[in-house]
């Protein structure tokens, strides 16, 4: 006794057609400019992403933190001319409070820490996912969010912080079937800048803006870079010298210039030494022109990079020491990364290596008719107690739509309660794999 299962949101019967509410406008159904919906595939995608984010920053010994995603203006606002600063999703709010959505996790996380004061034991290594944020001129297309997982090592000064963060990233990739010959990172030190630059006595509220304009190079034309850097105040002998140093990609020959006593030689040997410990010294390679986008590292930098050079950096970090005491806490060291969820998704799909995830579920139970749905209730119960997945028929459908859904959400069991089995206790169990069916007692479902 089954009816012809109505369409989708359709009400037949004694009511009538439902009433359908005044349509006031036609709402744009995509999501606002730059933004993203995450429907289930992507989802899927995405929570295998972040399983494997968490699962490496457990491994690592983090814990998770998190922090709001809208913070005050004044933790992003930077006077080294940063694209991030420029891209601030920055407003007013009611309260005429200067807000912003944070465009990076790095500064909320030094917030923290230095909220938390005294009562934290260094070293603190914590990790974070949270939703990023830029308002870029729809011009060029790009995306304005996209979700970030950090780890960040607070209190510890020595290189082998860097090292380890390293070493969870390269943990990360071998996880998710990406290897040494499809990425690499590159390595350098913003204190190979500074030796340069204390050589021309140039001010050291410049190195900032410095590195900043240094960060372009591989996005602007050289010389505007060298405008740039002349405006900033550098001598034009002190930029030709500054070109020269960053187009080194070697260690011996960076030590040929700056020599093997200045701590940016002796702390890239360390790293480059700790790498062979760690066993990732096929992933590194020394890249001078490495300097990173944000004003607040003072020391070791690395990008992680697809060696096709089809796409953007992957993930990006690096030590700031100073960050901390420029928000007014301590003078305690730190270093850390961020790694974005989109430009690894693309590496992914350039490899022909996302992984295949679809929906699945243990049983999919269904009465035979209408006044059997409390009994399939009871069913679903018993089977979800047990910790098995149950997609539940919600209402009175005819089995041909039943096992159409079955092989779409991939259940393995139909489980079939009818009136007849009911009576002794039984339901009707049905393995879609093989088509093989038998009855089973309530109390021996598992
Ligand atoms: N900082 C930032 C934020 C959002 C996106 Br999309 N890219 C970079």
Not at 193 to 221: A, H, N, T, W
Not at 283 to 295: M, N, P
Request: charged content about 30%.
């Amino acid at each position: 006794a089954r009816d012809n299962g109505g369409g989708a949101g359709g009400r037949s019967g004694a009511l009538g057609p439902a009433p359908v509410a005044e349509v006031i406008q036609k709402i744009d159904v995509n999501p606002p400019k730059g933004t993203r919906d995450f429907s289930p595939d992507e989802m899927r995608l995405r929570n295998w992403l972040f399983h494997n984010f968490r699962e490496v920053s457990r491994l690592f010994g983090f814990e998770e933190v998190d922090f709001p995603v809208l913070e005050s203006e004044a933790l992003f606002v930077r006077k080294a001319g940063e694209e991030i600063k420029d891209q601030l999703y920055c407003f007013e709010d009611r309260g005429n409070r200067r807000v912003a959505l944070r465009p990076e996790l790095t500064p909320s996380l030094a917030r923290l820490v230095i909220q938390k004061g005294k009562s934290l034991s260094l070293p603190v290594k914590w990790f974070a996912i949270g939703q990023c944020w830029r308002y870029e001129r729809m011009t060029r297309g790009r995306r304005r969010e996209h979700y970030q997982w950090n780890m960040d090592i607070i209190g510890v000064p020595d290189v082998m912080a860097e090292a380890e963060l390293i070493s969870s990233i390269v943990t990360f990739f071998k996880r998710i079937g990406i290897t040494a010959s499809d990425v690499g990172f590159k390595v350098s030190s913003r204190k190979v800048l500074q030796e340069v630059l204390s050589r021309y006595s140039i001010r050291e509220d410049l190195f900032g803006k410095v590195c900043i304009i240094i960060d372009k190079i591989e996005k602007i034309p050289l010389n505007d870079i060298k405008e740039e850097l002349k405006a900033a105040g550098v001598s034009t002998e002190a930029v030709e010298q500054l070109l020269q140093v960053l187009s080194i990609k070697s260690l011996t020959e960076l030590e040929e210039i700056l020599g093997d006593a200045g701590e940016a030689v002796v702390e890239l040997k360390q790293l480059f030494s700790l790498a062979e410990k760690f066993g990732y010294s096929e992933w590194i390679q020394f890249d001078a022109s490495i300097v990173r986008g944000l004003a607040y590292y003072t020391g070791i930098v690395f990008e992680g990079f697809d060696r096709d050079g089809k796409l953007r950096a992957i993930c990006g970090g690096g030590r700031y020491d100073r960050l901390l005491s420029t928000f007014g806490g301590d003078d305690i060291p730190a270093c850390g990364f961020g790694f974005g969820d989109a430009v690894i998704v693309e590496l992914l799909k350039e490899k022909g290596r996302l992984p295949a995830l679809s929906l699945q579920v243990d049983n999919i139970v269904c009465a035979l008719d209408h006044d059997l749905q409390g009994p399939a209730a009871t069913v679903a119960t018993i089977l979800r107690e047990k910790g098995q997945t149950v997609d539940l028929v919600l209402e009175n459908k005819p089995l041909k739509w039943v096992f159409k859904r079955a092989a779409r959400i991939n259940a393995e069991r139909l489980i079939l309660v009818g009136s007849a089995e009911w009576q002794r206790g039984m339901v009707g169990v049905k393995i879609l794999s093989s088509g093989e069916q038998h009855e089973i007692k309530l109390d021996e479902l598992e």
